[in-house]
């Protein structure tokens, strides 16, 4: 069965029709790579426009961006761990000692996020603070 899908049904908010009724992308085109920042090379025809210059900053990319979300996930998990301890802590060294620690892991976090949004091209990420 084929499925079409008109303008009043939309199901991806990235989408939108155009005067013509036909379901387009709306997507920034930059023209530098997310990675390195060099110029990306124009598509001849028809296709989604290149978001890396080689295939080797996709590929790098690509392992950043695991790499990332990997320790973003550490890096919350020992978020939460200190926020249990500060909440459960007595002694006044301990307590500083945590809550310094604490500082430190939300400064990497929020670096963690900024260059993650940055290689997905996320710019409502990049101002999440959570």
Do not use: W
């Amino acid at each position: 069965m084929l499925r079409t899908f008109s303008a009043e049904t939309q199901r991806y908010p990235a989408r939108h029709a155009n005067d013509s009724g036909i379901l387009a992308m709306t997507e920034k085109i930059s023209g530098v790579c997310r990675y390195c920042g060099e110029k990306v090379p124009e598509r001849a025809g028809r296709g989604r426009p290149h978001l890396y210059d080689s295939i080797g900053c996709r590929r790098a990319a690509g392992y950043e961006i695991r790499r990332l979300s990997r320790r973003l996930e550490r890096l919350e998990d020992l978020s939460d761990r200190l926020e249990r301890d500060i909440a459960t802590e007595y002694q006044a060294s301990l307590l500083e000692d945590h809550q310094t620690e604490a500082k430190v892991v939300a400064h990497q976090i929020a670096t963690a996020r900024a260059r993650l949004a940055e290689l997905l091209d996320d710019p409502d990420a990049e101002g999440a603070n959570q």
